[in-house]
């Protein structure tokens, strides 16, 4: 059960009217009368409205996830909801990249580039995540590459061009963005992918 029947009342309010159509002309907004409980039904009223992704950013990463679950309850079903991974590190700070988080980001960013769907599509992130550098939409199509059943393909050359995408070579393929392998059988994970994928050759098929 879902309160989206409640939003679409809301959206007929004066304010949230108001709200909308500035929104619409480009403006920019400071919003100060609404009540913490009810920011994600304004929220979700706003989504619903307009076209295209909506982006919503909060202070920090634990309101982050409950922003998230509360935004869930106002929207309909088929609203895609995702959370924004955090951010790796503060700048500055020498830590090694969180590969699950990175794959979690291209994989996201994929989404949104086709995102054409009549439903909200909404994106939660916190302020710290957003500073999170990412690739343009236009430069991520580039570092697609498809494969199909059938298809002809020079391993030694899909080896290379993978290890110029940033995969990294292991013995074990456990983590987004590593590769193994052996003969003619080539295991990689990709990013935002639950498990890693394995791909059988016969010759160069």
């Not at 494969?147 to 456990?174: H, I, M, T």
Request: hydrophobic share 45%.
């Amino acid at each position: 059960m879902t309160l989206c029947h409640i939003t679409d009342a809301l959206n007929q309010t004066s304010p949230v009217c108001r709200l909308r159509s500035l929104l619409a002309r480009g403006e920019s907004v400071m919003v100060q009368a609404v009540t913490p409980p009810l920011k994600p039904a304004v929220a979700a009223a706003i989504a619903m409205d307009r076209p295209g992704p909506t982006l919503v950013i909060v202070p920090r990463e634990d309101r982050a996830d409950s922003f998230t679950t509360s935004l869930a309850e106002w929207l309909p079903r088929d609203a895609a909801i995702h959370r924004w991974p955090p951010a790796d590190a503060l700048p500055y700070e020498q830590l090694p990249l969180d590969r699950w988080n990175a794959g979690r980001r291209v994989a996201l960013l994929d989404k949104l580039g086709q995102a054409e769907s009549a439903a909200p599509f909404v994106i939660v992130a916190s302020a710290a995540a957003i500073t999170q550098r990412v690739l343009h939409a236009a430069e991520l199509s580039q570092h697609v590459r498809l494969l199909k059943p059938g298809q002809r393909v020079d391993l030694d050359e899909l080896r290379g061009w993978l290890a110029s995408q940033g995969y990294e070579p292991v013995a074990l393929v456990q983590e987004p963005g590593t590769l193994a392998r052996r003969g003619g059988i080539l295991d990689l994970f990709p990013p935002g992918a639950d498990q890693p994928v394995r791909i059988d050759f016969f010759g160069d098929e």
